[in-house]
């Protein structure tokens, strides 16, 4: 019956389309115009897609925009340190902002491709920085001066925390950060220079669920290529590299602290030394006063790698033979941590040099200039954990006040739920806004398909409305139950969590709430 119908429905649309045409003639004339309106219709659903791309392509480049952290300057120079600016030729000071910006830190630069080919437009084309800058005018014994903390994200093998780890092909790490301290006292102006980036190996921590995902080295890469490639580079800029090393010494970081010490080793360069210490082993049980182990190993080192200073004259009084390049896992909480203990060591010689500080005073003793100090470099902290993790630090409690404290326990493990979040179930489309605005992909308008028709699994969509939905109806259970009764809804949750973590492999509780499972597992018994 439908194939009868359907003929004699076209017969009679196309003699009403073409009346003085015959049955035959009527049809053909009325199949290539409905070819034709076929085509118009891809074509107009093509257009569509295209054009609900370009919003998803808009929101992404509006997405890395409305990240906190961008700066830019028509006077300053803010690439580059003193230490570079102070031993640059007078063409070099005669070029434009954007001519003569260091490339690692330009975030802007894929966008200003083409204006970088026309001289004439160089002044209003300027170069953008990402990270973070604080400025403070302080003042001890009396004597005001201005104090001054700079970090610049590198834009080379740029991403998110889970997505970009280790080094590519060229030795650029990951997260590598460049966080300078600045001092300007009477027009003496000096400086201290420090590195952070992923340990440079070929290694990846994709994230699959768990809370933590095994970092996997790559069996088949030339590390030693990509090692000696970052390391070449980074002596040429900065001359020596101190390496500490802060990673666990054992569990699944052990592998990648003992590749670590191989690379360096096998190396053999009088160019680099390093410096292993395990930041939780050492500081576990809120016993961070141990971190002075590490700042006297590295004292003499310290020293030994100075700091730059310039008088009022303009005449280099020291320099800055080296940097020292700390790491962890992230290359955020414990990194931060010990820069701002070793900044804190280069400010007080430079204080003292100054004459801002007298003979046998201590920086800790300044107590209006220490709350300035430790709140920047835990804003510090902050700004760079929120452009790479997608949450503020960790351990910044210890960096403002100077100890660990219980709330600050309390709020890491409210961050440690937020970035796994975070990584999971948004850090894919982090990256891509990323990798776009920077260039890394180019959207083709002649492509048929873009990557964004891809379609996504039901899965991916639906587990994080499930996790929602799970935690929001425990909460409402404990708010409504009894004190008895809650405490069992609470412990069947957890053992019910516990249960999909075992046979699902859907990934492991942070460190926190593993132990709590314990202790209710403990205390609850049979109701469990």
């Not at 009084?317 to 896992?329: D, I, K, P, T, Y």
């Not at 516990?498 to 926190?512: K, N, R």
């Amino acid at each position: 019956m439908w194939k009868p119908v359907m003929t004699e429905r076209t017969m009679y649309l196309s003699s009403i389309a073409c009346p003085q045409k015959s049955p035959c003639q009527s049809r053909k004339i009325f199949l290539l115009r409905l070819s034709q309106d076929r085509y118009l219709v891809s074509w107009a659903q093509s257009i569509w897609w295209q054009l609900q791309d370009n919003k998803t392509f808009l929101a992404m480049i509006n997405h890395v925009l409305n990240v906190d952290g961008f700066y830019f300057s028509t006077t300053y120079d803010l690439t580059h340190t003193l230490q570079r600016l102070s031993n640059t030729s007078p063409e070099f000071q005669e070029m434009s902002l954007l001519e003569r910006a260091d490339q690692r830190f330009v975030w802007n630069g894929h966008l200003l491709r083409e204006l970088s080919a026309q001289p004439e437009v160089h002044r209003f084309a300027l170069p953008v920085l990402h990270g973070f800058i604080t400025m403070r005018s302080c003042s001890i014994n009396g004597k005001p001066f201005d104090w001054i903390l700079i970090s610049r994200r590198s834009c080379f093998r740029a991403g998110v925390r889970y997505y970009v780890r280790g080094i590519d092909s060229e030795g650029h790490a990951a997260n590598f950060v460049e966080t300078e301290q600045i001092v300007h006292y009477n027009g003496s102006r000096a400086s201290f220079v420090q590195t952070r980036g992923s340990i440079p190996l070929f290694w990846s921590q994709r994230p699959n669920l768990k809370y933590k995902p095994l970092p996997l080295i790559n069996k088949v890469a030339n590390h030693m290529d990509g090692f000696q490639r970052h390391f070449d580079s980074q002596v040429i800029i900065y001359g020596k590299q101190v390496i500490i090393n802060l990673v666990n010494q054992k569990g699944s970081e052990k592998p990648l602290e003992q590749a670590f010490a191989t690379m360096v080793s096998s190396l053999a360069s009088g160019m680099i030394r390093y410096v292993a210490f395990d930041f939780h082993k050492e500081c576990k049980n809120m016993r961070w006063d141990r971190l002075s182990i590490l700042m006297d190993q590295v004292a003499d080192m310290q020293d030994e790698l100075s700091y730059f200073l310039v008088d009022s004259a303009g005449v280099v009084v020291a320099s800055q033979e080296g940097v020292f390049r700390s790491n962890c896992m992230d290359c955020l909480d414990r990194t931060n941590v010990i820069q701002s203990l070793l900044a804190r060591r280069s400010l007080q010689a430079q204080l003292q040099r100054l004459g801002v500080l007298h003979v046998g005073q201590k920086l800790e003793e300044q107590h209006d200039f220490e709350k300035i100090y430790k709140n920047a470099w835990a804003d510090n902290a902050n700004a760079c954990a929120k452009q790479y993790a997608g949450t503020g630090a960790l351990k910044t409690d210890f960096t403002r006040t100077g100890k660990r404290t219980q709330l600050g326990l309390v709020m890491d493990g409210w961050n440690s739920l937020i970035r796994y979040y975070k990584n999971n179930f948004s850090d894919g489309f982090r990256q891509d806004s990323i990798d776009l605005f920077l260039g890394n992909y180019s959207v083709d308008e002649l492509e048929s398909h873009s990557p964004l028709s891809v379609p996504r699994d039901l899965k991916f969509l639906a587990l994080p409305i499930i996790m929602v939905v799970a935690f929001s109806m425990c909460i409402i259970c404990l708010l409504m139950a009894g004190e008895s009764l809650s405490f069992h809804i609470l412990c069947s949750f957890l053992r019910t969590r516990a249960f999909l973590v075992q046979h699902l492999e859907i990934g492991s509780l942070p460190s926190p709430w593993c132990s709590l499972l314990d202790s209710v597992s403990r205390v609850s018994g049979p109701y469990m």
